[in-house]
């Protein structure tokens, strides 16, 4: 049954049997393009969700956001859309050229060039594509415990080197190849297992603590190249916590320079090839050898100018008198041992006289400050005072009153008259004072008017009627009332 079932079937030439008493087949209807792609737009509607599987091909993300790509296989292609608000949600991958896909959407027709894509919903990865998620995944768990942070120093010379692979891998054959170059003969100790397929994970990782337990002072995970299934057994869990747990550093050199698989971020150091590890970690015996020869021709230069230095200086050390004639130096001292003691006995003999005469100068200060020579000193005084007061007491009263007759005589007259200039004046300023009080104006039949509580009154333009007043006479007070106000020229 095809698709278009119910299109009309074109018209068929009738034979010449059935042409002889049979009608035509009747004729096709015509329908215009807008028509028939609306038709097939309704029956590829009709087909609902699909799921196709495909590589992704012409991946191209436009400027508004929208994906646009195509599914193929070896025999076909279709066109795929993402629209940009679904890109989110359908994408939980980094979505690549080449990449083998499952696609979930409908199928649309896209009316203006007649051709049909799927408008895609949802994108899942297939294959390899799920093997790479599914490492992806991994590698973020192991970066969140903090295995991928850890770098052991790998050991110059060590004493004994494990190696992990195959004994039949062309890794293997590489390193013993780098050894024979480098360091023929170094002690290696090979652990053979599988490097691919289904078990070999497991035995890498037995392999792995096998060397860890004899004692070997680095490892090196080796393998050849090879696809991404032929290397996975390096993407496994258990492979990756075997060299996370080993005691002693680990190196890989897996596949070549641009594979990378899961040891390599958690060894302590990854190198791109197996020989590349063999260089990494076995010494160069030339290299050293020339550094050894090099470095004891620096030491016994070293050695041979130290020697000549203090050889030099013991001869200069010769030549000093003082170790010539030892009894010199000891006799220099001696004598220099002599003046010292001379100037700190003189020195101490003048401070000791000086101490002694302040001493002494001290002591005489001091008797002639002591109370008893004080007392004699006083008693003497009051004994010459006495005769004197005796005989100034009778005449100070008869002289006391002579000075003072003597003073009234000079200060009366000067005294009375500046007492009769200060009246004159206080008489004067009391006559100008009353002058000018209003009391006095009182006193002349005048009258001060003002607002009642004691405000001042100085226009009539001032007061409107009901207004209280006080009017101040000689006598008394007087409380009224405005009843009217006239302006100037009233009276």
Same mark, same amino acid.
């Given at each position: 049954?095809s698709?278009?079932?119910? @299109?009309?079937?074109?018209?068929r030439?009738? &034979?010449?049997?059935? *042409?002889?008493?049979?009608?035509?087949?009747p004729k096709?209807?015509?329908e215009?393009?807008?028509?028939?792609?609306g038709?097939?737009a309704r029956?590829? !509607? /009709?087909?609902?969700?699909?799921a196709?599987? !495909?590589?992704?091909?012409? =991946?191209k993300r436009? #400027?508004?956001?929208?994906?646009?790509? #195509?599914?193929?296989? /070896?025999?076909?292609?279709?066109?795929c859309k993402?629209?940009?608000?679904?890109v989110r949600?359908?994408?939980?991958?980094?979505?690549?050229?080449?990449?083998?896909?499952?696609?979930?959407?409908?199928?649309?027709?896209y #009316?203006?060039?007649?051709?049909y894509?799927?408008?895609?919903?949802?994108?899942?990865?297939?294959?390899?594509? /799920?093997?790479?998620a599914?490492?992806?995944r991994?590698?973020?768990?192991?970066?969140r415990?903090?295995?991928?942070?850890?770098r052991?120093?790998?050991? %110059?010379?060590p004493?004994c080197?494990?190696v992990?692979?195959?004994r039949?891998a062309?890794?293997?054959?590489?390193?013993?190849?780098?050894? *024979? =170059?480098?360091?023929?003969?170094?002690?290696?100790?090979?652990?053979h297992?599988?490097v691919?397929?289904p078990?070999?994970a497991?035995e890498?990782?037995?392999?792995?603590?096998?060397?860890?337990?004899?004692?070997?002072?680095?490892?090196?995970?080796?393998?050849?190249?090879?696809?991404?299934e032929d290397?996975w057994a390096?993407?496994?869990?258990?492979?990756?916590q075997?060299?996370?747990?080993?005691?002693?550093?680990?190196?890989?050199?897996v596949g070549?320079?641009s594979?990378?698989?899961?040891?390599?971020?958690? +060894?302590?150091h990854? @190198?791109?090839t197996?020989?590349?590890?063999?260089?990494?970690? $076995?010494?160069?015996?030339?290299?050293?050898?020339?550094? =050894? %020869?090099?470095?004891?021709?620096?030491? #016994?230069?070293?050695?041979?100018r130290?020697l000549s230095?203090r050889a030099q200086r013991?001869?200069?050390l010769?030549e000093?008198?003082v170790?010539?004639?030892?009894?010199? $130096?000891?006799?220099?001292?001696?004598?220099?041992?002599?003046a010292?003691?001379?100037?700190?006995a003189?020195?101490?003999?003048g401070?000791l006289d000086?101490l002694?005469?302040?001493?002494?100068?001290?002591?005489?200060?001091?008797?002639?400050?002591?109370p008893?020579?004080? $007392?004699a000193?006083?008693? @003497?005084c009051?004994?010459g005072? +006495?005769?004197r007061?005796?005989?100034?007491?009778?005449?100070?009263?008869?002289?006391?009153e /002579?000075?003072?007759?003597?003073?009234?005589?000079?200060?009366?007259?000067?005294?009375?008259a500046? =007492? %009769? @200039?200060?009246?004159r &004046?206080?008489?004067?300023?009391?006559?100008?004072?009353?002058?000018?009080?209003p009391?006095?104006?009182?006193e002349?039949?005048? &009258?001060?008017?003002?607002?009642a509580?004691g405000?001042?009154l100085?226009?009539?333009?001032?007061?409107e009627?009901?207004?209280?007043?006080?009017?101040?006479?000689?006598?008394?007070?007087?409380?009224?009332?405005? %009843?009217?106000?006239?302006?100037?020229?009233?009276?």
């Amino acid at each position: 049954m095809s698709l278009f079932d119910d @299109a009309p079937q074109p018209p068929r030439k009738p &034979s010449r049997s059935a *042409s002889r008493g049979r009608e035509p087949a009747p004729k096709a209807r015509v329908e215009s393009v807008a028509e028939l792609t609306g038709r097939i737009a309704r029956r590829l !509607g /009709e087909l609902g969700p699909l799921a196709v599987e !495909g590589e992704v091909s012409a =991946l191209k993300r436009a #400027a508004s956001g929208h994906v646009y790509f #195509a599914l193929k296989d /070896e025999d076909a292609r279709i066109d795929c859309k993402l629209w940009r608000t679904r890109v989110r949600a359908a994408l939980a991958f980094d979505l690549t050229e080449g990449a083998h896909v499952v696609c979930h959407g409908k199928l649309d027709v896209y #009316a203006p060039r007649g051709s049909y894509s799927l408008i895609v919903e949802r994108i899942e990865q297939r294959g390899i594509g /799920e093997l790479l998620a599914r490492l992806e995944r991994l590698k973020a768990e192991l970066a969140r415990r903090g295995w991928f942070e850890r770098r052991r120093p790998r050991p %110059e010379l060590p004493r004994c080197i494990g190696v992990v692979t195959s004994r039949d891998a062309d890794g293997w054959r590489d390193f013993l190849r780098t050894r *024979s =170059l480098r360091w023929p003969g170094y002690p290696l100790r090979l652990a053979h297992t599988r490097v691919q397929g289904p078990g070999a994970a497991a035995e890498i990782a037995a392999a792995i603590a096998r060397l860890d337990a004899s004692g070997v002072d680095v490892i090196c995970i080796v393998r050849g190249g090879g696809s991404l299934e032929d290397l996975w057994a390096f993407n496994e869990l258990e492979v990756a916590q075997a060299v996370w747990e080993a005691s002693v550093p680990v190196i890989t050199g897996v596949g070549h320079e641009s594979d990378t698989t899961l040891v390599d971020w958690v +060894a302590d150091h990854r @190198a791109h090839t197996p020989t590349d590890a063999a260089q990494t970690v $076995l010494p160069d015996r030339a290299a050293l050898f020339e550094r =050894l %020869e090099r470095a004891g021709a620096y030491l #016994a230069e070293a050695l041979e100018r130290q020697l000549s230095r203090r050889a030099q200086r013991l001869a200069d050390l010769g030549e000093r008198g003082v170790l010539r004639r030892g009894g010199a $130096l000891i006799e220099e001292r001696r004598e220099r041992c002599r003046a010292l003691a001379r100037r700190g006995a003189a020195a101490l003999s003048g401070r000791l006289d000086r101490l002694y005469g302040r001493i002494e100068e001290l002591a005489g200060r001091l008797a002639e400050q002591s109370p008893r020579h004080r $007392l004699a000193r006083l008693e @003497a005084c009051l004994a010459g005072l +006495a005769p004197r007061l005796k005989a100034a007491g009778g005449a100070a009263p008869a002289r006391r009153e /002579e000075r003072l007759r003597l003073l009234a005589t000079r200060v009366g007259p000067l005294a009375s008259a500046r =007492l %009769e @200039a200060r009246v004159r &004046s206080l008489e004067l300023l009391g006559r100008s004072l009353e002058a000018v009080s209003p009391l006095a104006v009182l006193e002349r039949g005048y &009258s001060i008017t003002r607002l009642a509580g004691g405000g001042t009154l100085r226009s009539a333009a001032e007061l409107e009627p009901g207004v209280a007043l006080e009017t101040v006479l000689r006598d008394g007070v007087v409380r009224s009332t405005v %009843e009217g106000v006239e302006p100037d020229g009233g009276v």
